[in-house]
T-cell receptor, first 114, second 110 residues
Framework: DTGVSQDPRHKITKRGQNVTFRCDPI?????LYWYRQTLGQGPEFLTY????????KSRLLSDRFSAERPKGSFSTLEIQRTEQGDSAMYLC????????????FGPGTRLTVT | QKEVEQDPGPLSVPEGAIVSLNCTYS??????FMWYRQYSRKGPELLMY????GNKEDGRFTAQVDKSSKYISLFIRDSQPSDSATYLC??????????FGKGTRLHILP
């Protein structure tokens, strides 16, 4: 399978714990995006990378959130001191450079904070 | 006002009918428009994208953009139960970020 993959698919954590999600993009894509989706809403942009450079972060991304793409391949999204409001689906997408309209999404990581 | 507005539905139609899904947008600078299909608890799947105004067809799916009225449409011909999903319209802004609508839940009744 050469699509975007995400791990884990589901994560249940207690409030205050830290969690980390991983995304592996389509191999030839140099752009990688993170989105958050809550029930009944469309995905909302969080941040994106061009290769290893993080080019933009949304105001939705509080200081508790950090994303990395150390070698321009896979990316991680970490949430520190989780809150119940962080419960959502976290989606990763990738695209070729200059093809941001053609983003391909992974299956998502569903986070539940209890 | 959200930049991309979409009726959440649900929309129920009988199998074989033509489905019409619609969105409006507010930013006249948008140039690329996309439709994604999302099955329950899955990631969105890109169906098609269009540039500026006009029509684009792919099998049973036709996307239509009217920039003069800021209206985006997706038509599905010969609808099948497997088309039951949430359909997300979206537009690409000048910062290369996709702005999504809330999605319309579609049910095709066998």
């Amino acid at each position: 399978d050469t699509g975007v993959s995400q791990d884990p698919r589901h994560k249940i954590t207690k409030r205050g714990q830290n969690v980390t999600f991983r995304c592996d993009p389509i191999s030839e894509h140099n752009r990688l995006y993170w989105y958050r989706q809550t029930l009944g809403q469309g995905p909302e942009f969080l941040t994106y990378f061009q290769n290893e450079a993080q080019l933009e972060k949304s105001r939705l991304l509080s200081d508790r959130f950090s994303a990395e793409r150390p070698k321009g391949s896979f990316s991680t999204l970490e949430i520190q001191r989780t809150e119940q409001g962080d419960s959502a689906m976290y989606l990763c997408a990738s695209s070729g450079s200059g093809l941001s309209y053609e983003q391909y999404f992974g299956p998502g990581t569903r986070l539940t904070v209890t | 006002q959200k930049e991309v507005e979409q009726d959440p539905g649900p929309l129920s139609v009988p199998e074989g009918a033509i489905v019409s899904l619609n969105c409006t947008y507010s930013n006249s600078a948008f140039q690329y428009f996309m439709w994604y299909r999302q099955y329950s608890r899955k990631g969105p799947e890109l169906l098609m994208y269009t540039y500026s105004s006009g029509n684009k067809e792919d099998g049973r799916f036709t996307a239509q953009v009217d920039k003069s009225s800021k209206y985006i449409s997706l038509f599905i011909r010969d609808s099948q139960p497997s088309d039951s999903a949430t359909y997300l319209c979206a537009a690409l802004n000048r910062d290369d970020k996709i702005i999504f609508g809330k999605g319309t839940r579609l049910h095709i009744l066998p």
